[in-house]
């Protein structure tokens, strides 16, 4: 199903409405603190600002004071990171507690008003320690999936308790993104939703005394992990979910004028495989820069039990959506950050001392890509590879999370632990990301 004429052409005034605005952002004085943005350039002290970061969702449960918190192993994983030339976390900020299967616990909320102060002060002290060690920092504040709990669980905070589970047979998909979609229209859900953005945005860290509004060592806030305006086009409510990103989008930037903003989008696969909403929902002005994330595996691009034979489909479908989103980008005159991107170990496994062999081509062609973007003077400001497991291991033989564990991986607690993420004993996957970290410190 293709869009119609009538939301095509709201999308274009919109896109023409908000990008004559484009360079309100980027008034901020030359010598600000914070990172800002300059056209398809991210700026910071004056200069442009390119990183290579990492995914690290779990750096708050971490930094808890609390039996689920480990401070001694944030520090090492961020010196490890460090160490690595990697500048840029993305972690979260929000977790909604509640039925969902798969949803990590503590959460950060439930349905009242009283928020976790354990994993609030968990944030704290991540922030704390990432401006320490003049590392950056991404937030997001939702999630479109289950196992933060996320958009679902809002919803059952206030449809009378009705909820679907992600991957389950009794509904299969894309039921559960369908389902998700309502909550962009539901004013109760919205309204808990933005009642935390207005705590957390406006917050003040109780390790630093800094208000989070004003400190450096946050880069962006993003509005949700994932958004999907629905699971297929016939439930997609194109105007409410535009209206949700605008909304909550100036939200964030009427709370803190300094920070950037972000949607969290996968760009084309989250926008339905449509260029016409990749461009709407990142031409609202309040919008800073554009997101992509690439799963060849996830997509069936690869197969991950014959990657061999099939690395070379993939490879071309991730070089050629890559380079889509830099037209996307570069038609917005906004910033590209690759912020998430994966892939399977040697024949799909989660064993640590399995090989690296395809996912070090892969990530190779990103860091590649993203170089060669940077030195032209291309729209790519940073990537964010998916994710950091670093000293953390699977505490069970079948490589599943379970309710209670405390090793902590980058692999989100519905899926296999080890499957996606880096362990630190991935020695040549390592040495590609510190190859890679080099060569863009070394641009000007």
Known sequence: MTIDRRTLLGSSALIAGTTAFAGLHAAAPARTPFVTREGMRLMAGGRPYRFVGANIWYAAFLGADAPFGNRARLRRELDALKAMGVTNLRILASGEEGPLRNAIKPGFR????????????????????????????????????????????????VNGGHYIDANDPAHPWPAFANANAAFYGNDKAVGLYHDYVRAIVTRTNGVTGKPYAQDP????????????????????????????VGRTAQLIRSLDPHHLISTGSEGLKGALEQGDIVLAEHGIAEIDYLTAHIWPNNWGWVEQADLPRTFARGETLSADYLQQHVGFARRLNKPLVVEEFGFPRDGGSNDPAAATTYRDRFYGLIYAAAERDM????????TNFWAWNGEGRAEHADARFKPGDLQYLGDPPHEPQGWYGVFNSDRSTVRLISRHAAAVAAMR
């Open 110 to 157: 439930g349905p009242g008003p009283d928020y976790n102060q354990a994993l609030l002060g968990g944030l704290d002290y991540a922030l704390a320690e990432i401006g320490r060690r003049d590392m950056r920092a991404t937030l997001y504040l939702t999630n479109f999936w289950e196992w933060s709990g996320g958009m679902m669980t809002y919803l059952w905070y």
């Open 217 to 244: 060592a946050i880069m962006a806030w993003q509005l949700a992990n994932e958004p999907r305006p629905a699971g297929d086009m016939a439930h997609a409510d194109l105007p409410t979910f535009y209206a949700w």
């Open 375 to 382: 030195a032209s003077g291309g729209p790519i400001a940073g």
